[in-house]
T-cell receptor, first 113, second 112 residues
Framework: EDKVVQSPLSLVVHEGDTVTLNCSYEVTNFRSLLWYKQEKKAPTFLFML????IEKKSGRLSSILDKKELFSILNITATQTGDSAIYLC?????????????FGTGTRLKVLA | NAGVTQTPKFQVLKTGQSMTLQCAQDMNHEYMSWYRQDPGMGLRLIHYSVGAGITDQGEVPNGYNVSRSTTEDFPLRLLSAAPSQTSVYFCASSRTRGSPLHFGNGTRLTVT
């Protein structure tokens, strides 16, 4: 059975702290790993990772994938209150002809002023 | 550019009633999907489609039907609502394999 597991489930930090969110996966026919941020409504796309060891960066956020150990991390440096959200990890899987996206349970991050 | 549009935003049903949640996208995306989100459970895949006329079951398909007669629309039908179907439902689409998902704003459904 396919599994996407995120840790920790929740996290409370103070502004300026650095956080690391984890996502491990066990899926057949892995194609890519995606990170999303969810505030009040729809999840918004952050990163898509397909190759091991290549860091993707966007401002204070960065992410990397390890396809040998089957995990990814999302780093947020110098956190701000606006980073408070649920962070979701998803895996795209599928052999030829069909594909789908499976999500983990998410990490709820709260950043205190 | 509307993106992914879900209607309604909120719905209250009585047990046993039926209804259809609507999802439409105007981006010519081949892939469309429905998720439900419950506290502590993340997003769970209900049904998905890789193109018009093609649908498949996800992790939690029981109690839900879908069809994909056009590229743009992917309605989710609840034939006989149960309290266990109380949830927030998201529709999401992607252009093709290897593309990120784009989400609608969700439908909050309560079944009493």
């Amino acid at each position: 059975e396919d599994k996407v597991v995120q840790s920790p489930l929740s996290l409370v930090v103070h502004e300026g702290d650095t956080v690391t969110l984890n996502c491990s996966y066990e899926v057949t026919n892995f194609r890519s790993l995606l990170w999303y941020k969810q505030e009040k409504k729809a999840p918004t796309f952050l990163f898509m990772l397909t190759s091991s060891g290549i860091e993707k960066k966007s401002g204070r956020l960065s992410s990397i994938l390890d396809k040998k150990e089957l995990f990814s991390i999302l780093n947020i440096t110098a956190t701000q209150t606006g980073d408070s959200a649920i962070y979701l990890c998803a895996v795209e899987k599928g052999a030829s002809g069909t594909y789908k996206y499976i999500f983990g349970t998410g990490t709820r991050l709260k950043v205190l002023a | 550019n509307a993106g992914v549009t879900q209607t309604p935003k909120f719905q209250v049903l009585k047990t046993g009633q039926s209804m259809t949640l609507q999802c439409a996208q105007d981006m010519n995306h081949e892939y469309m999907s429905w998720y439900r989100q419950d506290p502590g459970m993340g997003l769970r895949l209900i049904h998905y489609s890789v193109g018009a006329g093609i649908t498949d079951q996800g992790e939690v398909p029981n109690g839900y039907n879908v069809s994909r007669s056009t590229t743009e629309d992917f309605p989710l039908r609840l034939l006989s609502a149960a309290p266990s179907q109380t949830s927030v439902y998201f529709c999401a689409s992607s252009r093709t394999r290897g593309s990120p998902l784009h989400f609608g704003n969700g439908t909050r459904l309560t079944v009493t």
